[in-house]
């Protein structure tokens, strides 16, 4: 979501994000996030960049998550199998990851 936009615009977006969720009386999660249709999160991004696309590989990556039972993979191999995940943060999160 950060790509090209500005955090106070990041927080609003996912500001809305959660309480989209929290007013179906949900919780914000990737198991939550995998269900959604980009239909129903991208107009909660229209104010980020290509939101669409965004809500498209938030969605994706969510679903990716998942087959990791819904936690970050611990692999540099498997974190880059994640939609948005290149190279260069793959190796931050698993330097994080491993602490």
């Known amino acids: 979501l950060h790509a090209r936009v500005q955090e106070p615009i990041v927080y609003k977006a996912m500001d809305r994000l959660r309480r989209h969720f929290a ?3 949900e919780n914000l999660t990737c198991t939550t996030l ?4 980009v239909e129903e999160i991208a107009p909660l991004f229209s104010s980020v960049l290509f939101g669409n696309t965004k809500a498209k590989h938030i969605i994706q990556a969510s679903k990716d998550l998942m087959r990791f039972g819904g936690r970050v993979p611990e692999t ?3 974190l ?6 290149g190279p260069q943060l793959s190796e931050i999160l698993y330097t994080v990851n491993r602490r």
């Open 23 to 25: 007013d179906k009386g």
């Open 34 to 37: 995998a269900r959604c249709e």
């Open 76 to 78: 540099m191999i498997g």
């Open 80 to 85: 880059q199998s994640i939609t948005g995940i």
